[in-house]
């Protein structure tokens, strides 16, 4: 079982900067995914950027070369960071954990994330 808290996001102009991060606590299975999804209002929630236990990334093309994904597998923490911000980024971001050995997914209660223009 785990449970994801995140930290960070707020207000931002565009072209600014934040960064989100995201604990893991709990016991659980070392080879995983762990990542960053959003969700715009009126929206379905999309992948924003993943990276694997074993260092493998993907970004949405929309934020290739703005954003940065991170993470620490001693810490069980990632992180994403957020540059050259848009108002399109304007979104609730959720941080996930995907196990796909036992089919778990697990996500954080999310932190809203403001990109003024």
Not at 12 to 34: H, I, K, P, W
Not at 41 to 61: C, F, I, W
Not at 98 to 117: P, Q, R
């Amino acid at each position: 079982q785990a449970r994801l808290v995140e930290s960070g996001g707020g207000l931002a102009q565009a072209g600014g900067s934040l960064r989100l991060s995201c604990v893991a606590f709990g016991s659980f299975y070392s080879s995983n995914v762990m990542g960053w999804f959003r969700q715009a209002p009126g929206k379905q929630r999309e992948l924003v950027a993943a990276v694997a236990s074993g260092g493998n990334t993907n970004y949405a093309d929309s934020v290739k070369g703005r954003f940065t994904i991170s993470r620490d597998n001693a810490k069980n923490t990632v992180d994403l960071q957020m540059n050259s911000l848009k108002p399109e980024d304007t979104a609730v971001y959720y941080c996930n954990l995907f196990i796909e050995y036992y089919g778990l997914n697990y996500w954080g209660k999310g932190t809203l994330v403001t990109v003024s223009s």
